[in-house]
């Protein structure tokens, strides 16, 4: 485990690809790959049944955007990810002031989300929508 001044990574919770093309996506991935998904509403499709990661997922561009930027399309003026990757910590509030003391812009900071998960995001170097998470419904009781 790999540990900053204020940020301790306890687990990768998540990846894949940012996906633009849906049908392609989901053929690739499913079909091609034979990954058995679980579909949401919006066509985000999902499984945590992949040994390596807790959760796999082909996440659309247009809901990435409106998770970052509160809206469908995603802004102009910011590089598109290619794909998304997250990391639950032991402390998202100060993850988030490390990494903003640091320079790192960040799209969106302790977003509380609907399914319980509060999230930080930004780009990393490489294009990739990093994500600094605590995941209640991933963490041991």
């Known amino acids: 485990m790999q540990e900053f001044e204020r940020i301790k990574v306890l687990f990768v919770a998540g990846f894949g690809p940012i996906v633009r093309d849906r049908v392609a996506g989901g053929k690739l991935y499913g079909e091609t790959l034979n990954i058995s998904f ?42 598109v990810p290619q794909a998304w990757l997250e990391f639950d910590v032991e402390d998202v509030e100060g993850a988030t002031a490390e990494l903003e003391s640091r320079g790192y812009r960040l799209l969106i900071k302790n977003k509380k989300e609907p399914w319980g998960q509060t999230v930080t995001r930004f780009l990393s170097p490489e294009g ?12 041991d009781s």
């Open 38 to 79: 679980k579909k949401e509403q919006g066509g985000y499709l999902h499984t945590e049944a992949l040994k390596g990661v807790r959760t796999f997922a082909l996440w659309p561009l247009d809901q990435a955007a409106q998770s970052c930027f509160g809206k469908d399309s995603w802004p102009d003026n910011t590089p």
């Open 128 to 139: 990739i929508l990093v994500g600094i998470t605590i995941t209640p419904s991933m963490r």
